[in-house]
């Protein structure tokens, strides 16, 4: 798997079980042990195996012909999400941002090569994208993804930038072109910019809380009363703002 970190320490059997959980997420709901088995190159008889375990322990339920999470990852991604002090210091302050600019407000982390939504602000009246607590989005094509890679220490942006230049399929130069471009507008300002980033007549800027912080914070403009200049010249300096005072805030959490 893309950014999965190898150790002759790990128990296999166990990884491979968290390797199924992980094929779950809001696109992938259900999933049936062939489905499994293909996107993790096993055998039918070692995925059979998997799956009975972790619907044992009520990790997976079946659902029909196919198996959906059960209510142990609930209990314990409630449990992840309560002890991240991050996402409880920027809820507040992203919601006013949201509502007083009429944006999306997203704060999100690296899960391997994708960015994963921690909190997500939606301004009222304003149709929802998807983009809940758990929905993930590629790190290379995203502002947010942009912005943590920026905000990593040289070496760690080096490594992550070798893995996603590895997985770019055939023509993708123009999207690392764009990353580094990206990395350097964030360079200069502290935040970036990408049209599109989820739907077309979307516009993204983003930014890390703070530098080598785990989190990057994004505001996303969907209607026509949110034009670039707005999102550049008003939203951009109020995102440094607010990102400032959550890194001060979650520091005083821990």
Request: aromatic share 4%; glycine share 8%.
């Amino acid at each position: 798997m893309p950014g999965a970190p190898r150790d002759d320490g790990q128990v296999d059997s166990l990884r491979r079980g968290l390797e199924v959980l992980r094929l779950f997420d809001l696109r992938h709901r259900k999933l049936t042990v062939a489905d499994i088995a293909r996107k993790l190159d096993l055998s039918r008889p070692t995925t059979e195996k998997l799956v009975q375990t972790l619907q044992a322990h009520h990790f997976l339920q079946a659902a029909g012909d196919s198996y959906e999470p059960h209510v142990a990852c609930l209990a314990l991604g409630r449990a992840a999400k309560k002890g991240l002090a991050y996402g409880q210091a920027a809820r507040p302050l992203m919601l006013e941002l949201s509502q007083r600019f009429g944006v999306h407000v997203t704060l999100s982390t690296r899960d391997r090569l994708h960015m994963l939504v921690v909190e997500h602000c939606v301004p009222v009246g304003r149709v929802q994208l998807g983009l809940t607590t758990g929905a993930r989005f590629p790190m290379a094509v995203s502002a947010s993804g942009r912005a943590y890679l920026w905000g990593q220490p040289q070496e760690q942006r080096r490594e992550l930038l070798r893995m996603i230049a590895a997985e770019v399929p055939s023509g993708g130069a123009r999207m690392l072109d764009e990353v580094h471009g990206a990395l350097e507008d964030l360079e200069q300002m502290g935040w970036c910019y990408v049209a599109a980033p989820v739907a077309t007549h979307t516009a993204s800027i983003a930014t890390p809380v703070k530098a080598g912080s785990d989190f990057a914070l994004a505001a996303m403009a969907v209607s026509a009363e949110v034009t670039e200049a707005v999102l550049r010249d008003q939203v951009a300096p109020a995102l440094l703002a607010i990102a400032e005072r959550i890194a001060l805030a979650a520091e005083h959490e821990d």
